[in-house]
């Protein structure tokens, strides 16, 4: 896969929780070192987590160009729950749109994604074809987040 950032800062923008090099981000509140032109830090930025973040976007062929996360206002991140892994879109300006939420439907069923958490309504809702992973996502918060 060869998708660049270019220009999108969602993941830095305040919708994900981190610590870089000692400065809280976290809803409403940006990264300390993101300006409007990208990252002010990008050469050297920590691994953890800025380097090692995986946008689903970046690296699953599955996950359509045009939902670039600054084109939907939303984020995927991979995460797990006891080794069974699922996506979590991450609201990043408006709540997931109904394309979004049809074409994620169509991946799981597909098999090109496992499972998938997000919210909707204000409520956190579940796409999987696996028992198992709803029952352990409901009892058991997720091993990364970032």
Not at 13 to 28: F, Q, S, V
């Amino acid at each position: 896969m060869d998708r660049s950032c270019d220009g999108c800062t969602k993941c830095c923008d305040g919708h994900l929780t981190a610590k870089i090099y000692g400065h809280e981000m976290g809803p409403g509140k940006p990264c300390h070192f993101v300006t409007k032109n990208g990252c002010a830090i990008y050469s050297s930025r920590p691994h953890d987590p800025c380097k090692g973040f995986k946008c689903i976007w970046k690296i699953n062929p599955a996950v359509p160009l045009e939902f670039k996360p600054n084109l939907v206002d939303m984020i995927m991140i991979e995460n797990q729950v006891d080794n069974m892994p699922f996506v979590h879109i991450v609201p990043a300006g408006k709540e997931i749109s109904l394309e979004i939420l049809d074409w994620a439907v169509s991946a799981v069923n597909a098999g090109s994604i496992d499972s998938i958490v997000y919210k909707k309504d204000g409520k956190e809702r579940i796409i999987s074809r696996n028992p198992a992973f709803i029952d352990k996502y409901f009892y058991k918060q997720p091993t990364t987040d970032k």
